[in-house]
């Protein structure tokens, strides 16, 4: 049997997964499925039913169809440029379950800190998933001003110009760090992250710093109240795009 935090899908006919007993959970899921070089709706929307609109693109933070890897596109970000949904609640997690997955395609992780995604920077900080120089890194902050090193670890596990399947999760009990479905790193150690009140930032930090070199970013899902994955080992990465619709 499977952990109780790890979902059941139910395959579609054609092998998509066709839908997800948890999708009730998830607070942000972006697809990034648009036109080429589009800022705007519908590649940069929030297709989750927490439904918090289109994300703000900075600097040249744009829809890409030179790789995706689901649909035909994906979020190309760089150096100077990344794309940020509104401060929100679903967003902080306290001490509460999680699960925080997308896919990348980096072309350099030399370097940092060069933050993935996060809540993090400016005057309030709660979490982030950052790298430096190719070891993968888990932070938190307890009182948004400190900076705890929760996860780190998965170095040289990234593969460069290929996509990757990034994750974090906690289940109540340990914060496990994955790479492409092996996990490197695990805490039992627990703590009350703040409830920070940046804004949530892809490819960079909340000030638009910290940014990862030019890569491209797709299917983006963070579920609260959720460990998704909840193995000390390893999991199947997905295969399919995220279901978008209730089982």
Known sequence: MQPWSQPLLWPHPGGAVACDPYFGNVVLLAGFNGTNGSTGAPGMTDESPAAHGTATARGT????????????????????????????TDFTFGSGAFTVELFIWPTSTTGGPLEVIGVWGGASNGWVIYTINGQWYWNISTTGADNIVVEQGCIGAMTLSAWNHLAIDFDGTTYRL??????????????????????????????????????????????KGVA????????????????RVQC
């Open 61 to 88: 933070a744009q829809i890409s169809t030179t790789q995706a890897k689901f649909g035909a596109s994906s979020l190309t970000v760089n150096a100077t440029s990344s794309v940020t949904w509104p401060s929100s």
């Open 228 to 243: 998704r994955y909840a193995n000390n080992t390893s999991f199947a990465v997905p295969t399919a795009a995220f279901p």
């Open 178 to 223: 994955y790479v492409n479905g092996t996990t490197c790193s695990t805490s039992t150690t627990l703590r009350t992250m703040f409830s920070g009140t940046s804004v949530l930032s892809i490819g960079s930090d909340a000030t638009n710093a910290n940014n990862i070199p030019t890569a491209y970013i797709d299917e983006v899902r963070i579920t």
